[in-house]
Antibody, heavy 127, light 107 residues
Framework: QLQLQESGPGLVKPSETLSLTCAVS??????????WGWIRQSPGKGLEWIGSIYYSGTTYYNPSLKSRVTISVDTSTNQFSLKLSSVTAADTAVYYCARQPALRLRVQLSPGYFHFWGRGTLVTVSS | DIQMTQSPSTLSASVGDRVTITCRASQNIYHWLAWYQQKPGKAPKFLIYKASSLESGVPSRFSGSGSGTEFTLTISSLQPDDFATYYCQQYDSYPWTFGQGTKVEIK
């Protein structure tokens, strides 16, 4: 049974880098069938896609965060990670990792909907 | 970016009611739309993909329709477990975007 588990510090200071890891169990992150994504939800707000990665390292980032985001994958440990630099209070949110099918809507494979989610982890940015 | 607009923002209904939520896209997304259900303190649950395809295990009282720029999620007979917030999401064009959510509350 597929499980995704987010982990990382629950408190980050302003201007520092937020780092989270998503451990995948019950399935291989190296499957060419899926992308692996990060989504966040600020308190009382809606959902914002952060970025997605393929096992090969191909990434898609939300342009609104692209200058601060790095997503990486480690196939040897079946994990993928999120780094968000120069955080402010506006980055306080519940961060989710999720699995997305790799879809060929046009020429190349791209991430689709968020099929399976982790439980999420709250990250608070505060001094 | 493609803007996704849901209506209404809040919907009050009773058990057994037929409920319809609308999601409008700012440009043509064909049928590349998904729906999710979220309960307080929980991760979103995936319900529907490709506008009208029901995910395995999702009750048949849920259905989706639409194409292009206008889509609907219908719950044919609202059950107590269905009181939640519902989100649409387009995956036609990067960046993937969500609607702002529709909260279905008890009347």
């Amino acid at each position: 049974q597929l499980q995704l588990q987010e982990s990382g510090p629950g408190l980050v200071k302003p201007s520092e880098t937020l780092s989270l890891t998503c451990a995948v169990s019950g399935g291989s992150i190296s499957s060419g069938t899926y992308y692996w994504g990060w989504i966040r939800q600020s308190p009382g707000k809606g959902l914002e896609w952060i970025g997605s990665i393929y096992y090969s390292g191909t990434t898609y980032y939300n342009p609104s965060l692209k200058s601060r985001v790095t997503i990486s994958v480690d196939t040897s440990t079946n994990q993928f990670s999120l780094k968000l630099s120069s955080v402010t209070a506006a980055d306080t949110a519940v961060y989710y990792c999720a699995r997305q099918p790799a879809l060929r809507l046009r020429v190349q494979l791209s991430p689709g909907y968020f099929h399976f989610w982790g439980r999420g982890t709250l990250v608070t940015v505060s001094s | 970016d493609i803007q996704m607009t849901q209506s209404p923002s809040t919907l009050s209904a009773s058990v057994g009611d037929r409920v319809t939520i609308t999601c409008r896209a700012s440009q043509n997304i064909y049928h590349w739309l998904a729906w999710y259900q979220q309960k307080p303190g929980k991760a979103p649950k995936f319900l529907i993909y490709k506008a009208s395809s029901l995910e395995s295990g999702v009750p048949s009282r849920f259905s989706g329709s639409g194409s292009g720029t206008e889509f609907t999620l219908t719950i044919s007979s609202l059950q107590p477990d269905d009181f939640a917030t519902y989100y649409c999401q387009q995956y036609d064009s990067y960046p993937w975007t969500f609607g702002q959510g529709t909260k279905v509350e008890i009347k």
